[in-house]
């Protein structure tokens, strides 16, 4: 059969389409007449990493980045296309570690097995990682040399500087001087050694006779050891008069002493008589308790705010005495008081056990310092009493006053309330 000319280009035509495109795949590094299994790998970064970069398994070419595109949920991770033409099978936990091949940067996706007893399947997603390039190696490696070579010209400029200073004239007159000094230290010590020797040969006369006052008493001792040894036997008498006293007596009325303080100590125990009532009745120590805590603040109030229960006189003074019954102090509405509690350079949570049992602390930022201070309270009496019930976890807590939110002092405030 004869093939027309148009036939004969028609095939001519689809061969070269088929060059063509086997052509662009072979240049991509993909072989259109092999099996290939795809799998996805998602990176943040994708360093430098183009389509046709080689995929490896120990060093052997197993497949190739067939794309590179961003992923569809607008995230910005990379969506890396791996396809593999090896059959070798893939367990599940594998990872796809991007890496540079060579000093020059380029780039290389590892395999790196997983220990699964699963298989991957073909488009499943692997796990990813990213290695470190040439550059941080090298910085990482150089890191620590340039941190001790820093601390190395420290150390020299610090030893040049005290050098510096040693060689200067001032030191210099100064270790001049020390010598002189040293010298001249030697030479009393030279003089206080001769002068030991001269006490030691007029004294010789002197050593002897002591030496020799030394013997005779060694004698006389020898010479009495008798004597010494009846007064040993008097000691000894002594103490067999000492085990005859009656120290049965003595015990049996300690004993009796014992049990009549045993006797008072079970009266008291029972709450017989004023002391044991003391000691058993808790409603008693409450009112005394309460009692002395309201003095307390009496007496803090009389302190800060003495016109309140005495006043005097200019003309009369020293006459006339009046005392009133303190009353409730009404505030003007622009007059607020704030009980500070506690201040410290460094915050501190509004939670913590610290506060426990007061409430409504809040924080404010004062400086450098943070303050922590009670609600407000336009009350003068109201906030009195919440800082004398605060002053018994914190002694140095402080009233602060202020008007029309601005911080005044509490005499101005006591003032214009007073108007």
Known sequence: MKLSKTSKIGILVVICLALLIWGINFLKGRDIFRTEKVFFARYKNVGGLTATTVVTLNGL?????????????????????????????????????????????????????????????????????????????????????????????????TIVTAVSKILNSDSQHHISESIRQINLTIMNLEKISGNLEDVVKDQKNNLASTISNISAVTDNLKTNSGKLGHIMDNFSTFSDSLTKLELNKTVSNLNGSIAGLQSVLSKIDTANGSLGLLVNDPALYRNLSTSSENLNRLLIDFRVNPKRYVHFSALDFGRKLNITAPSATQLSDNISFRVQIFSSSTPISLASSLFKGIDGVTEIKEGRKYVYVTPSESSYDKVRIILNNTQSAFPEAFLKSYKNGHEISLKNALKTIRK
């Open 61 to 157: 070419k197993i497949g190739y980045v067939r794309a590179v595109y961003f992923a569809e949920d607008l995230s910005g991770d990379l969506i890396v296309k791996i396809a593999i033409f090896n059959d070798f099978p893939l367990p599940k936990e594998t990872t796809a570690e991007i890496a540079s091949s060579d000093l020059l940067g380029s780039k290389v996706v590892k395999l790196n097995l997983g220990k699964s007893d699963k298989l991957l399947l073909p488009n499943d997603t692997l796990k990813t990682q990213m290695a470190a390039d040439i550059m941080q190696q090298v910085n990482e490696q150089i890191a620590p040399i340039k941190a001790k070579a820093e601390r190395m010209i420290e150390n020299l400029d």
